[in-house]
Structures are given as structure tokens and as C-alpha cells.
């Protein structure tokens, strides 16, 4: 009796265990139906982080804009209301996202403004030289080939284009030491400030900045070379 008292007490906190990861994955990749409260809470726990981020970039009101890993859609709303005349995209590569991120942007999708795709950072499906401007919040950390997907939004951008990343948790950062063995667990990428840097002017990117805020978060940029305008000419 001792032992299947014992058996079934290792069988429920085996259970639990596996439904504990499985949860917590779902802020990797949200499911359709599961991930909705990870992508509602996303949403909002990422708003303030968005707009410090935002106001390191210059937004066009005509601009063509890319939110890779879109999430539940707030950043393309964000996005949406600062180029008011121009045309936002939006790509993630998990299902409950794409549809959570199409029912919070329906209006402006219906009015032809916003375009949203599932879709993996790795092979965008988009032309080059498209895009004025790439935004990724809170996304970077999941690539699975940070070299070349850097290179894949390099592609798609306009010459003298940005590509913006924006992140809650770097190394270094005043949330690392809380938050890392989570990130890990996840399998996430931790870069510093100087990895990021040297990530953008690997993959080709010019005037690479980078922001630090006193609340752990970092927002890193850099432009598409204007000679591209030449290559693409030939």
C-alpha cells in the first residue's frame, strides 16, 4: 500500500512537473488556444518597454514597417498609429500569436493597412529592400541563427533602413542575474551590449547604437547601408 501511495504521489508531481513546462513554454511559443493569457499578459507587461524603445528610432508616418515576432499585435498597433499613411507587417512564427495578433489589428487589416503572416525570421517571405523599418521587442532571444537572421532582416530592409531590437533581459543587465536561469531554461540567447554590437556590424549593419535603461532593458539599432542602393541597381 506504502508503495502505491508512493508510485501515485511521483506519478502527480510528474504530471505537474510536465504541465509546469509546458506552460512555461508557452511563452516561447504561444499554442492558439492555451497562449492567449501569455500573449494578453505579454502585451501588456511589454507596452512600456515598446515605447522607450521606439523613441530611439525615427517613425515616418508614410513608412513600410516589419514587426518580427509580433506576438499579440500591440506593437503593430503602436506602429500602425505612428505611420499613419504608411503599411505594417507582421510576422511570428507561433500560431497563437498570429491569430491573437490578427484579432487585435482586424480594423486596420480590413482597411488594408496592416498585413500579418506566420512566418519564421529565418526565411521572411517578403522581397529585398522593402522595408523602412524593422522593429523585434522581446523576440530576439529565440532565433535560432542569430548570424543569419540578422542577415535575412538585413535583406529585406531599404537601404538606409532600421532594424530596431528592444529587450526586457541582456547580459550584464540589471535582470540577468533574476531572470537568466528561466532564459536559459528556455533556450534563450543572453548577449551584452558589446555582443550586440558586434552582431549588427557583422551582419552588415552601419551606425549600430545602443541604449541602456536603469530598469535592465536595452534597445540596439543599426541602418542598412546606403551603397546597397547601387548594388541593387546592378
Known sequence: MQFLDALWTML???ILFAFAIYLLMQVRKPSKWLGRPFIWLMNSSHSKLTDWGLEHTKIDQ???IL???CGGGRTIQKLA???SRGKIYGVDYAEGS???SRKKNADSIQAGRVKIK???????????NKFDLATAIETQYYWPNLPNDMQEILRVLKPGGTLLIIAEVYKTGSRNNVLSPVMKFLGSSSLSADDQRALFSQAGFQEVRIFEHKNGWICASGKKPEASVRSAAN
Not at 506566420?118 to 529585398?128: G, H, K
Open 62 to 64: 508614410n513608412f513600410t
Open 118 to 128: 506566420r512566418a519564421s525570421v529565418s526565411q521572411l517571405p517578403f522581397a529585398d
Open 98 to 100: 498570429v491569430a491573437m
Open 67 to 69: 514587426d518580427v515576432g
Open 12 to 14: 502527480r508531481l510528474a
Open 81 to 83: 498609429a505612428q505611420a
